[in-house]
């Protein structure tokens, strides 16, 4: 049963940072934005992140679209 509410709570974090902070460093460039092999005189920006230093984490989209469609629904209701 302690399994249980472990998982319930690590899952309840997890859906909090997804929705207030969908957005993380690149993992390769660690938020540099350049390429990790760039110098003074030879630069480029990162492959993985196109150069906005940034990634979405693990399905914040899912948890953006899940919360738009409850509150569509919720309006919904009320208008009937």
Do not use: D
Not at 15 to 44: D, E, I
Not at 46 to 75: D, E, W
Request: hydrophobic share 35%; glycine share 8%; charged share 25%.
């Amino acid at each position: 049963m302690t399994l249980f509410w472990l998982i319930l709570t690590a899952l309840a974090v997890w859906v909090v940072r997804a929705y207030f902070w969908p957005f993380s460093q690149c993992r390769r460039c660690k938020g540099a934005k350049t390429n990790p092999g760039s110098s003074k005189k030879r630069f480029g920006t990162c492959k993985k992140c196109g150069g906005t230093g940034m990634r979405q984490v693990l399905g914040s989209k899912q948890v953006h679209r899940a919360v738009r469609s409850l509150i569509a629904y919720n309006r919904n209701r009320k208008e009937k």
